[in-house]
């Protein structure tokens, strides 16, 4: 499996980012889907997923601000995170967790949120 983030980039404080994640490979395998995020200094954390099942979940972080989507027909995965704070910067990365435990990760795409 392979996965390839889209978006990102420089950001007003207050403004919105809307990140994607499209999946290719063996993706029959894949599970769920999930964007996680990795400030400076600080341990890589999760945003939001969307699980096997369907079901959407954002981190209270993010919760209230956050939509997280996945389109099984495009093999996508879309992030939009609205009301961006300073401590929305970092590194985000798309996540894949496959059959037989197996974890996938995108390379990360720099958020950088500026007052």
């Known amino acids: 499996v392979q996965l390839q983030a889209s978006g990102g980039g420089l950001v007003q404080v207050g403004g919105s980012l809307s990140l994607s994640c499209a999946a290719s490979?063996?993706?029959?395998?894949?599970?769920?889907m999930g964007w996680y995020r990795q400030a400076l200094g600080k341990q890589r954390e999760l945003v939001a997923l969307?699980?096997?099942?369907?079901?959407?979940h954002c981190e209270d972080s993010v919760k209230g601000r956050c939509t997280i989507s996945r389109d099984n027909t495009k093999n996508t995965l879309d992030l939009q995170i609205f009301n961006l704070k300073p401590e929305d910067t970092g590194l985000y990365y798309c996540?894949?967790?496959?059959?037989?435990?197996?974890?996938?990760w995108g390379e990360g795409t720099l958020v950088t949120v500026s007052s």
């Open positions: 996540h894949a967790w496959a059959m037989g435990g197996i974890d996938y």
């Open positions: 490979g063996s993706i029959f395998s894949i599970n769920g």
């Open positions: 969307v699980s096997a099942s369907g079901t959407s």
